[in-house]
């Protein structure tokens, strides 16, 4: 069945958010969380073409009951440092790719001896210039197009115009994930916090229940005359 380019475009206009989501888009968006155990060290590989760029995030979200940070290191094929951090709570890297082949994500919690590091981290890789691909086309002499490739024009258009609508959606996501990763942190860190808190508090109760019977205990023996520790008392002079 032929369709007239009216027909197709009122489709498109009514499938618009269907296409806002499943658009398909030249990158990689993943987002995680893992967990690196005391004195381990976690990799994760990811194959990365030349010419795309590389935006890393992460956060340390918990430290069980020590510090929350972790040491960061990627790496290229071939083994060589490109960033290295160490120690640090969060931290944000973008590269651009000028070796094709798989990139190395390294979380090292080897400094630690006791504590586990949950980290959380998203990992975007895109290709400079796709968000802004069909931006200088009508750059062209239009004069000679027929109207079905003038239509064709403006149907790419509006969907260069959805993609870089996806890609900044996927960035306000991005700082979304961001955000409720610094709310998980906060609120590890404060029920760390109560836990101590309470811990302590019954300690110095129970230090104080027992100071009040000993000085029960002490008085009641002064003034008692057939108690064993009257006895010491009048040894003492007391």
């Not at 239009?142 to 509006?158: F, G, H, N, R, S």
């Not at 610094?182 to 027992?210: C, P, Y």
């Not at 205990?217 to 040894?235: A, D, N, V, Y």
Request: hydrophobic letters at 40%; aromatic letters at 10%.
């Amino acid at each position: 069945m032929k369709t007239t380019p009216q027909v197709n475009l009122l489709a498109c206009l009514l499938l618009l958010p269907l296409f806002c989501v499943v658009l398909p888009v030249n990158g990689y968006d993943k987002e995680m969380t893992v967990y690196v155990d005391a004195g381990k060290t976690e990799c994760l590989y990811h194959s990365v073409k030349q010419g795309e760029t590389i935006d890393f995030e992460y956060q340390v979200i918990d430290g069980g009951h020590g510090d929350l940070d972790i040491s960061f290191t990627l790496l290229d094929p071939i083994g060589l440092v490109i960033v290295s951090d160490f120690k640090k709570p969060e931290n944000m890297h973008r590269h651009d790719v000028e070796k094709e082949g798989d990139y190395r994500f390294c979380f090292d919690n080897s400094f630690s001896m006791f504590n586990r590091k949950t980290v959380f981290f998203e990992l975007i890789v895109e290709r400079e210039g796709d968000q802004h691909h069909g931006d200088t086309q009508w750059n062209e002499d239009l004069a000679d197009l027929t109207p079905d490739e003038y239509y064709d024009m403006k149907v790419q258009d509006i969907m260069d115009f959805i993609g870089r609508i996806r890609l900044q959606l996927n960035k306000a996501r991005q700082l979304q994930d961001m955000l409720r990763s610094h709310e998980a942190r906060d609120r590890n860190l404060a029920e760390t916090n109560f836990q101590k808190v309470n811990h302590w508090s019954m300690l110095q109760i129970s230090a104080m229940i027992g100071v009040g019977l000993i000085q029960v205990f002490m008085l009641r023996s002064i003034f008692e005359t057939h108690g064993r520790m009257h006895h010491l008392w009048r040894k003492l002079g007391i």
